[in-house]
């Protein structure tokens, strides 16, 4: 995808919204319903199985593996490169992601990313460690880089984070906002930006959308071929920061197939 303006749904499309603002009003209030039990709209055999990626110059497959519950535990790639590392998940009571972190080598991660819930089991921080030792209840000899702290929008998306720097000499603060389109799809930033009409990937499990921040119910990428629910099963990289964590490496450009259980 090129650079671009950002595409803005205000005043210059103002006749199109007075004329569709009752449909427009109730898609809006069914999607709220939806996306506080997002991935409840895609059966559990569509859980992610394998990501293959493939780039003349490089290709992995990520193997995703799942707990009893049907929650994600690992992704393991056929082969890691810096940058491309295997990840991990350890959860709490109520089948909560308490910890996602990365590895390099047997007992010493990369990045570690803690969450913290409220009491109404809705995720309102997060601490991000880098490099350290995997400990048996969490990180240890670590360097706190962030902490960062939540707002939700009415239909229980991640809105806003709040991030405080924690690095030595550094300091300070920055904010993120993310704002969703009419269609309930996260808008990219500056960037000129179209999504397919099917279900995102991100859908298939809650984790995928905490860990990414996205909440988005369809798909910002080329997709070649969907499967019988209409999920992608093909697609091409394009820009980094649609992608998930552990593909952020992968050359944009290439292609990535995917199968499902």
Not at 15 to 32: I, Y
Not at 45 to 72: L, Q, V
Not at 208 to 228: A, M
Request: hydrophobic residues 35%; contains cysteine; neutral net charge.
């Amino acid at each position: 995808m090129k650079k671009g303006k950002r595409i803005s749904f205000g005043l210059g499309v103002g006749a199109l919204l007075l004329l569709a603002s009752c449909n427009k009003l109730l898609e809006m209030t069914e999607q709220g319903r939806d996306d506080r039990v997002v991935s409840k709209s895609v059966p559990q055999k569509y859980r992610i199985k394998t990501m293959s990626a493939w780039h003349p110059t490089d290709s992995t497959i990520a193997y995703f593996n799942y707990n009893e519950a049907g929650d994600p535990t690992s992704i393991i790639f056929s082969h890691t490169t810096t940058g491309r590392l295997n990840g991990f998940f350890r959860y709490q009571q109520n089948r909560q992601l308490r910890d996602y972190f990365v590895m390099y080598d047997s007992s010493h991660f990369e990045h570690w990313w803690r969450y913290v819930y409220d009491s109404s089991g809705r995720v309102i921080q997060d601490t991000l460690y880098q490099m350290g030792v995997v400990g048996p209840d969490g990180p240890l000899q670590n360097q706190t880089l962030l902490v960062s702290d939540y707002t939700y929008d009415r239909y229980g998306r991640v809105a806003r984070t709040n991030t405080h720097v924690l690095i030595p000499n550094t300091g300070g603060r920055f904010e993120r906002t993310y704002e969703y389109d009419i269609r309930g799809n996260l808008v990219p930033g500056d960037f000129v930006y179209q999504y397919d009409s099917k279900i995102s990937i991100f859908r298939t499990h809650d984790v995928w959308q905490l860990v990414n921040k996205n909440f988005s119910r369809n798909n910002l990428f080329l997709v070649d071929e969907y499967n019988e629910a209409g999920l992608p099963t093909q697609f091409h990289m394009q820009d980094e920061f649609v992608y998930f964590h552990f593909l952020q490496h992968n050359i944009p450009g290439a292609r990535i197939k995917v199968t499902y259980e």
